[in-house]
């Protein structure tokens, strides 16, 4: 096992990966900006050091990490999600520099990290994919013919874009005309890259990803699935498991894709393979994530297997602790990313000072966070204040329990998207599994959550009252 981890991340990822070492005694060394001085995980880390300049450059700068962890005496690097997590030039100065890098293979970063290549080997080994181009669009002309033979809608994507970035649905031709050079600048200048390439757009699918393990030692396995597809802007916001949609037929059908898609590139450590089911429940390959998840905790909350220590081990030469045949979903589960967002504004960010923080309790209440009450949410980064995990025997119970735990949950000095995640669970459309990636989109005007901010400035103020009135 390794001597010393640092974790080249921020956040409540950087504190998932710590408390994941601590339970396996690995002392851990933390980077952190100037704004994430007061950062939780910098707090429950064995050792922190300064990786600036600048609030996000020096998450970024692959050289100054690796001479950090050479300055610390650490053997392995974990990268957790975002920043350099997916970069396969970080894995590769990663093994040239004596560390290892706990993930993926840099080869199998680089066969999933471009979509369009991707899509060309999940074609070759009988995936299904979207219909849709495999190669990068040479130019708008080519786009056009395309487009007119498949029919529209259609969507440009970044080739080596994710989260959203690089991507424009086009109804008709004069809307690609107007959104390819957008979709190309878009792609650029987040991914240092132009390609794009074309696919059918699928109306109202639903997201649904295949979570996997795979060891030096050729074992492949997968825990079962996560619905992804309570979505804003193509942003992920409550995940859950196991899915409403699937059964035993469709889920081992697509868990087995998502193995084949792992070995086709060679791959190791924890990934995840996406998928676009249609209402016909069809499905069709979308992208690989090269790393651990966000939502990954829906996952073990129903498994039991803890993910980050799988990957800790696999990276150490150890076998998957767990056979495929040993795998079993029990219960259901249900995150939502509590963000610092105001639901009324268009979900604008909302740094600034936590006031008061107090957090729900109880049987099958998980958080993973890295704020408290003084915390100050900088505006330089993502908007995630915690992750708030629910477990319960039953779907119905699942849902009941978030509703008490958002009840529970209390921050003040910025809006979040909290009384938001309330009106879903109370929609009945939710309730009943009656939802797809256009959910959002289509039941705005249902979540109004103006009603509820009122309420909540209108007891702080009635408290303000009392605590006035009672220093008199």
């Known amino acids: ?12 990822i950087a504190l ?42 020096g998450y970024l700068n692959i050289y100054r990490i690796i001479d950090l962890a050479k300055q610390k005496g650490v053997d392995a690097i974990h990268p957790g999600y975002g920043f350099l997590a997916e970069n396969p030039e970080f894995a590769q100065a990663c093994q040239e520099s004596g560390l290892t890098f706990i993930g993926p293979p840099a080869a199998a970063m680089r066969a999933m990290g471009d979509k369009v290549s991707a899509r060309q080997k999940m074609k070759e080994i009988g995936v299904p994919i979207v219909p849709g181009l495999i190669e990068p669009i ?12 498949i029919g529209y809608p259609v969507m440009l994507k970044a080739s080596a874009g ?55 030692e050729g074992n492949v396995i997968h825990l079962g699935e996560r619905d ?51 209402s016909s429940r069809r499905y069709y390959f979308l992208e690989m994530n090269t790393r651990i998840q966000v939502e990954h905790t829906v996952t073990e909350e129903i498994t039991g297997v803890d993910l980050v220590k799988e990957m800790i081990r696999i990276a150490a030469g150890r076998p998957i602790s767990i056979p495929q045949s040993q795998v079993f979903l029990r219960g259901h589960a249900i995150e939502c990313r509590i963000n610092a967002e105001d639901p009324q504004k268009n979900f604008i960010p909302t740094p600034g000072k936590i006031t008061a923080y107090s957090s729900p309790g109880g049987i099958g209440i998980r958080i993973d966070g890295n704020v408290y009450a003084g915390y100050v949410v900088p505006p330089y980064y993502d908007s995630l204040l915690a992750k708030l995990t629910v477990r319960a025997r039953t779907w119905d119970g699942a849902v009941q329990r978030m509703r008490r735990a958002l009840d529970e949950y209390v921050i003040r000095g910025v809006k979040t998207s909290i009384p938001f995640y309330k009106r879903i669970m109370e929609d009945p459309d939710f309730q009943t599994g009656h939802f797809d990636t256009t959910y959002i989109d289509s039941h705005l005007d249902k979540l109004n959550v103006a009603a509820d901010y009122f309420r909540m400035d209108k007891m702080l103020a009635i408290a303000a009252a009392i605590a006035a009135h009672s220093k008199r």
């Open 1 to 12: 096992m390794f001597k010393k981890v640092l974790i080249a991340n921020r956040g409540e």
């Open 16 to 57: 998932r990966i710590i408390r994941a070492c601590k339970e396996l005694s690995i002392p851990t060394v933390a980077i952190h900006s100037e704004a994430d001085a007061t950062g939780l995980y910098v707090r429950k880390a064995d050792e922190a050091c300064l990786v600036g300049p600048g609030p996000i450059e």
């Open 138 to 149: 040479a130019s708008l002309n080519d786009a056009v013919r395309f487009a007119d033979e």
């Open 162 to 216: 994710g989260g959203g970035r690089g991507l424009r649905i086009c109804k008709d031709r004069e809307d690609l005309k107007r959104h390819f050079p957008i979709a190309q600048t878009e792609a650029k200048a987040s991914f240092g890259k132009e390609a794009v390439y074309l696919e059918k757009y699928i109306h109202a699918p639903r997201h649904i990803e295949f979570q996997i393990l795979a060891d030096q």
């Open 228 to 278: 992804c597809s309570i979505q804003r802007r193509h942003q992920k916001l409550i995940e859950i498991a196991p899915s409403l949609l699937l059964d035993e037929r469709l889920r081992r059908e697509m868990g087995e894709a998502a193995i084949a898609a792992a070995r086709s590139v060679g791959y190791t450590s924890a990934g995840t393979v996406e998928f676009l089911v249609d």
